[in-house]
């Protein structure tokens, strides 16, 4: 079960594309930790959040979220 939500975040951009060309919807990707999710929920668009990258620290990680594995 936890497969499938695994491989939705680590393939969001695909999931995102998919999603949009099967509803015919708009994606919003967003920085923010503080974005009302819910509001993009109501107005039928996808809200997809922008992550760092997967490689070591950086000075960008100071300035944006990233998933350390």
């Not at 999931?15 to 503080?34: D, P």
């Not at 990258?53 to 000075?59: A, D, N, Q, V, Y």
Request: charged letters at 30%.
């Amino acid at each position: 079960m936890f497969e499938k939500f695994r491989d939705i975040v680590e393939k969001r951009r695909r999931y995102a594309q998919e999603w949009k060309e099967r509803t015919k919807g708009k994606v919003m990707g967003y920085i923010c930790t503080y974005v009302p999710e819910e509001i993009a929920y109501a107005a039928r668009i996808l809200p997809v959040r922008i992550l760092g990258c997967h490689e070591p620290p950086s000075l960008v990680s100071t300035n944006f979220f990233s998933v350390n594995r």
